[in-house]
């Protein structure tokens, strides 16, 4: 298994190996991360990890926050809005959850962690017909604005805990309507577009 090649190589080079899990969490230079999921220990998980094996994490940096769910699905996102308040469940931009699969990101998750923005990671005419068309809909009615790397390229989330700016390689969709600044940018004009 990759998993076990690659802690093993990581004891070798004496490079530590931490498994994260719900509940636990950082600060790192201003940035709070709060563990969501998973919830067993490393050593309980089967050998061949499944969607809902995911390490879910939210970010906040100042005023702005961004949840990563990894490939949760609607099983695992129950629970999580089971455990935790609206107020740590919301969430300035959304990575959406399993690729755009009509299996995650349900309304009720939706409707808790309330995200300006979608960012859905799904390769161009891939074979799962990603991102869904039921998902599409249930962002469209929340009132989400989508970005999305395979009609986009790159998206790029910047904040400075107050201001949100998200750009893309190619013209952001919506752009004039955006609330936060979201500009269409060319990769060597990212420090430039920071500065602004």
Not at 41 to 68: F, H, M, Q
Not at 105 to 122: D, K, N, Q, Y
Request: aromatic share 4%.
């Amino acid at each position: 298994m990759a998993l076990a090649r690659l802690e093993e190589l990581g004891r070798r080079r004496k490079i530590p190996i931490e498994h994260e899990l719900r509940r636990k969490s950082f600060r790192w230079d201003g940035v709070d991360g709060d563990f969501l999921w998973p919830e067993i220990a490393p050593e309980e998980v089967a050998p061949s990890a499944k969607n809902n094996d995911s390490l879910v994490l939210r970010l906040r940096y100042g005023r702005r926050s961004i949840l990563l769910p990894g490939d949760a699905e609607k099983q695992v996102e129950r629970e999580i809005l089971s455990e935790n308040s609206p107020e740590a469940m919301h969430s300035d931009v959304l990575k959406i959850g399993h690729h755009g699969s009509k299996n995650s990101t349900m309304p009720e998750f939706l409707a808790t962690v309330e995200p300006r923005f979608g960012i859905i990671s799904a390769g161009e005419d891939n074979p799962y017909g990603r991102p869904s068309p039921e998902l599409l809909e249930r962002l469209e009615n929340a009132g989400v604005r989508i970005l999305r790397p395979d009609r986009d390229g790159a998206v790029h989330v910047l904040t400075d805990g107050e201001r949100l700016e998200i750009t893309c390689f190619v013209a952001c969709p919506d752009a004039a309507n955006a609330a936060a600044s979201v500009q269409a940018q060319k990769p060597d004009q990212h420090q430039d577009q920071e500065q602004e």
